[in-house]
């Protein structure tokens, strides 16, 4: 069975800093895929960034990116140039990509993020 | 588009009683589910649906139902609430296709307490 660990569960950073919040996956599969959500205390889990296993290049989205190893089975997101605004609790997830009628996201229990000023 | 909606916001219910919590998405997304999010404990999936007509247990299924009588609402039934259902609870819609691609697009929850 799929299993998500992220393995802080709490981490701060000093505003304008970068941090990079770990996540490892363990699966037998070769095509999935791996997300970043975001939830602030407004409790809104927002999508930060998603990356396909079979691509090489890793995901950016602005200030996010992430450092994608597949062989060692590892996802990990840096968030670059931090600002208050991203301290949340950031969940990994990881969805199969096989055909079928039940692709569930599994889970990591996520890393409570703290900016401080 | 207002995405997925619930409803309430929070609630408070006392051990025994019934209630169910409302969710509506406007995406016609056919996949939809229910999370419960407990400290220490992420996100677990309760039930899901990948359309009208279709549902299936998650994980911690025990103690509720659901049923999908429309793409557009899924309908979370606690029929007798205990206080170990306290707890944060998400819906989540995506499309269903053929692409484990797509994004989850979460409503703002349901704060639960029994007492």
């Known amino acids: 069975a799929q299993t998500v660990t992220q393995s802080q569960p709490e981490m701060s950073v000093q505003e304008a800093e970068t941090v990079t919040l770990s996540c490892t996956y363990d699966?037998?599969?070769?095509?999935?895929?791996l997300f970043w959500y975001k939830q602030p205390p407004s409790r809104q889990m927002i999508l930060v960034i998603r990356?396909?296993?079979?691509k090489q290049q890793n995901a950016t989205e602005n200030r996010f990116s992430v450092n994608f190893q597949k062989a060692a089975k590892s996802f990990s997101l840096k968030i670059s140039d931090s600002q208050l605004g991203d301290a949340a609790m950031y969940f990994c997830?990881?969805?199969?990509?096989?055909?079928?009628?039940?692709?569930?996201?599994?889970w990591g229990l996520g890393t409570s993020l703290a900016v401080n000023p | 588009n207002a995405g997925v909606t619930q409803t309430p916001k929070f609630q408070v219910l006392k051990t025994g009683q019934s209630m169910t919590l409302q969710c509506a998405q406007d995406?016609?997304?056919?996949?939809m589910s229910w999370y419960r999010q407990d400290p220490g404990m992420g996100l677990r999936l309760i039930h899901y649906?990948?359309?009208?007509?279709?549902?299936d247990q998650g994980e911690v299924p025990n103690g509720y139902n659901v049923s999908r009588s429309t793409t557009e609402d899924f309908p979370l039934r606690l029929l007798s609430a205990a206080p170990s259902q306290t707890s944060v609870y998400f819906c989540?819609?995506?499309?269903?296709?053929?692409?484990?691609?797509?994004?989850?697009?979460f409503g703002p929850g349901t704060r639960l307490t029994v007492t």
């Open positions: 989540a819609s995506r499309p269903f296709g053929t692409s484990g691609s797509y994004e989850q697009y």
């Open positions: 995406m016609n997304h056919e996949y």
């Open positions: 649906s990948v359309g009208a007509g279709i549902t």
């Open positions: 699966t037998s599969e070769s095509d999935y895929y």
């Open positions: 990356q396909e296993a079979y």
């Open positions: 997830a990881y969805r199969r990509d096989h055909a079928g009628n039940n692709r569930k996201l599994i």
